[in-house]
């Protein structure tokens, strides 16, 4: 039997080339990702906004979504977002945060139930307070920085302070690139995302730690190397199993995105997508980043040149 | 070497084996569960049969979510009310007039009293309502209920303190547990969960509940109880409260109160044998029915008013005195009116108003829904995963998707023991897990490959790569590790989820890839004897 291979053995590809089309078109993107950001901004869900989000499924299997959202604008609870979504007649409506505290919010809920309540099933409620919301974005906010700096901490006990610092950059670049996807493919933003995107670090620097504990391992051996040539050498030895990995990553994802059901489809596709930038800034982003921060500084002073020589 | 002692082997598989029966239970149906247990012979010691399945989170098996906040300003007003009273008490036992009686202030209350010697008289008296809060732990002594203060112009202030606001929130949540915990146990709801969130709030979770409406009208109302009787034409202290279906209308009520919610002991729904209409039976406690068999004899003919959390539900008039300690209310109320109204007074009044800062409700079909959805994208993963890892590695392949298949069995025993829930979100991380399992593999064997083109033997080329592999499989799970935890101690319900799968599949990675994989491929190879590697 033959057996299947992603990527020849004994590579000598040169992935450090990539870094002038890599780096101008990560900056570029994180550029317009700040822009389109601070412009447009996340579409949050009702998770940071506030609100009422409600799934409702028709008895009949049929739905006429402009009369709903005709009966739900006559509610007086404020603009009403009426969408048909899935497959056997299910329409989700949100409701904005209401003006008069909590009390006034789940006077929604109890509004629609009364009116829509004897045709259609109400497959799922929920409502955030303002006080909730308000919480949800501060722990989400306050759990990504802690991330980061958890995972700066680990990589600066683990690895040497260069590696260190190129794989951090690399990690934010990912976030920054992942925060762009939401902004760009309006994907509700809410406690699941912020799920995603702390998955997406762990898979971020897992990408990345492989390639570097490489490129540690080889920076012994070949003392004299130039770090071009180093950090080529890294990437081409890991990269059989960087394939493999993302692959089989990407078709459980996969069988999420298609199988899993509407309500984790978000998710998937973000890591889908997550898997993709990973991989793509643990070779073109964090590793091409060690030829401009210098490979061997903290190196040269842990072992000695002559010594280390001797030792071999 | 690849040779492992007999009771490496033995110890690694007994872990397997028990982590895998562990998981067993959560496979089966429900029936197939109870069936399997009660099939047991009784004599085998019930810790040694795995029962325990894994928890559904609500969004799988359908129910409500109901975060409740205790009212802060809702409770503040009562306090300054009851300190109120006590001032009013003091001013009225030392014969001591306020200039301008006494005003309401934000937080507290303020007296004027010119005269020097009225206020020696006084002030001792008020200093005694500064005391300390009585504390929860004995011996401790706790920071005072209410601030005193006097400016020499004869001002004084009686300020509630936040030290002794934050004690109230802190016994008015767990009384509210209290209070919670009998109301919807009245209703014969299965399995609700409460507990205390934070320093203000509490959280309820009721599996199964599809329109939490009731529960909401149950841990809406305060249900505070009061008989008073309604005023007549020119009285004075009287309230002017809204009536019941009366469209808005308010009545004057006096406001002593001659009986409370406090003071009966029980009270059941029934319907009026004469009128058959839906009514609520009540008996009072000694003290309670002395009281109003005596108002009751004095107001014959006066019409009674039922107070419930400041509304009049119910003004019957008195047509004979009601000495026995049992009376009822009456009016026009629905069969689910009464029993929400029964259930009230049974369980007695909230210390506060709670208010519905959060819901999440799912409806069962979804439920079911969501679970069908997340088998089917499981088994499409591992059946994706596994086709591919034998199409890339051969046997290598197969003994990684076996070492998967124990992965994913070991999540399950894992979380059944620990009972953890299974959400949504969760189902996602196993799928994702399955993707991410097969990395430690792949790592060795894409390092065993190397070493054995460079020129090593087999079983050397086996032996190093596992060895030089471990160290970046370390680093790789710890960075997967840290996120994981980090989203554990941030989220709540759904994604909390996730994070513990991720977390324990980050664990149990370590043990089927690494070791048990080790193994596998140990017992292959003095099996096979290859010449040359199989991939």
């Known amino acids: 039997m033959r057996l299947v291979r992603l990527w020849p053995e004994n590579s000598h590809f040169d992935f450090m080339r990539f870094r002038r089309f890599s780096f101008p078109l990560s900056a570029l993107i994180s550029v317009a990702t700040a822009i389109v950001l601070y412009t447009v901004g996340l579409n949050f869900g009702i998770d940071f906004k506030g609100g009422t989000l409600m799934e409702i499924q028709a008895k009949s299997g049929q739905v006429n979504v402009a009369q709903i959202r005709h009966t739900a604008e006559g509610f007086g609870f404020g603009d009403v977002e009426v969408q048909e979504f899935g497959t056997a007649g299910e329409v989700s409506l949100r409701f904005p945060i209401q003006s008069g505290g909590e009390a006034a919010q789940a006077g929604v809920v109890q509004k629609a139930r009364d009116t829509f309540g004897n045709e259609y099933e109400f497959r799922r409620v929920e409502t955030v307070g303002p006080r909730v919301s308000g919480e949800l974005v501060q722990s989400g906010t306050i759990g990504i920085v802690f991330s980061v700096i958890a995972v700066l901490f680990y990589l600066w006990f683990r690895f040497e302070r260069e590696l260190a610092v190129a794989a951090i950059i690399g990690t934010l670049h990912d976030i920054v690139l992942t925060i762009g996807f939401f902004v760009i493919t309006r994907h509700e933003f809410n406690m699941t995302s912020i799920a995603a995107i702390l998955t997406i670090v762990g898979y971020s620097l897992n990408e990345t730690v492989v390639v570097f504990d490489r490129t540690r391992e080889l920076m012994r051996r070949y003392k004299t190397m130039p770090p071009e040539e180093l950090l080529n050498l890294s990437i081409n030895h890991t990269m059989s199993r960087t394939i493999m990995t993302a692959t089989t990553t990407a078709l459980a994802l996969l069988a999420l995105v298609l199988f899993g059901g509407q309500a984790i489809q978000g998710f998937a596709q973000v890591m889908l997508y997550g898997v993709v930038i990973c991989t793509y800034s643990a070779i073109c982003i964090s590793s091409p980043m060690l030829i401009y921060i210098g490979l061997r500084g903290s190196e040269t002073v842990k072992v000695p040149e002559g010594k280390a020589a001797a030792a071999e | ?535």
């Open chain 2, 1 to 535: 070497m690849l040779r492992f002692s007999k009771s490496k082997i033995i110890a690694t598989l007994a872990i397997i084996i028990i982590g895998l029966l562990l998981g067993i239970p959560s496979m089966m149906s429900p029936e197939h569960r109870k069936a399997y247990l009660s099939a047991v012979p009784s004599w085998v010691p019930s810790w040694l049969v795995p029962s325990r399945a894994i928890v559904l989170g609500l969004d799988l098996q359908g129910g409500s979510h109901v975060l409740l906040q205790v009212d802060e300003s809702d409770l503040v007003r009562g306090q300054i009310t009851l300190l109120r009273d006590d001032v009013r008490r003091i001013l009225r036992d030392t014969r001591v007039a306020s200039q301008n009686g006494i005003q309401t202030i934000p937080r507290g209350v303020q007296i004027r009293v010119p005269n020097a010697a009225d206020r020696e008289r006084l002030m001792p008296r008020l200093r005694e309502l500064a005391q300390p809060i009585s504390n929860a732990v004995l011996g401790q002594t706790g920071n005072a209920s209410v601030a005193l203060s006097d400016t020499p112009d004869g001002a004084i202030t009686l300020t509630l303190t936040d030290a002794g606001i934050n004690e109230r929130v802190r016994r008015a949540v767990d009384q509210s547990i209290e209070v919670i915990r009998r109301r919807i146990d009245a209703t014969g709801t299965t399995e609700p969960s409460i507990q205390r969130q934070g320093a203000d709030r509490v959280l309820v979770q009721v599996p199964g509940l599809q329109d939490p409406q009731q529960l909401k009208a149950l841990l809406g109302e305060t249900g505070n109880l009061e008989f008073r009787l309604l005023a007549q034409p020119g009285a004075t202290d009287v309230d002017m409260l809204p009536m019941r279906d009366a469209g808005g209308q308010r009545v004057p009520v006096e406001r002593r109160v001659i009986a409370e919610g406090g003071d009966l002991t029980d009270a059941q729904a029934a319907f009026d044998s004469q009128t058959n209409q839906p009514i609520v039976n009540f008996r009072f406690n000694i003290r309670g029915a002395q009281r109003f068999g005596q108002a009751t004899t004095e107001n014959l003919g006066r019409q009674l008013a039922i107070v419930l959390d400041n509304e009049v539900i119910s003004a019957p008039t008195i047509q004979s005195p009601i000495t026995g300690g049992s009376g009822q209310i009456s009016g026009s109320f629905t069969v689910e009116q009464v029993n929400n109204l029964a259930v009230l007074l049974r369980s007695g009044a909230l210390p506060a108003k709670l208010t519905i800062v959060e819901e999440r409700t799912v409806g069962p079909g979804l439920g079911r829904d969501s679970i069908e959805a997340g088998k089917l994208a499981t088994y499409v993963a591992a059946i994706l995963v596994v086709i591919f890892m034998f199409a890339t590695y051969g046997v290598f392949g197969l003994i990684a998707n076996i070492a998967l298949l124990v992965h994913v069995g070991l999540i399950f025993g894992l979380m059944s023991v620990l009972e953890a829930t299974l959400t949504l979100p969760g189902i996602a991380g196993i799928v994702l897990t399955i993707g991410t399992a097969v990395d430690s593999n792949v790592l060795i064997y894409e390092r065993i490959r190397e070493e054995v083109h460079s020129g090593r033997s087999i079983v050397s080329g086996i032996q190093a790569g596992f060895d030089r592999a471990f160290a970046t499989i370390v680093d790789s799970n710890s960075t997967m590790a840290i996120a994981a935890v980090i989203l554990f101690f941030l989220g709540s319900g759904p994604v909390r989820g996730f994070a513990v799968v991720f977390i324990l599949g980050i664990l149990t990675t370590v043990i089927t890839a690494v070791t048990l994989t080790r193994m596998m491929i140990a017992l292959w190879y003095q099996w096979m004897r290859p010449k040359v590697l199989p991939f």
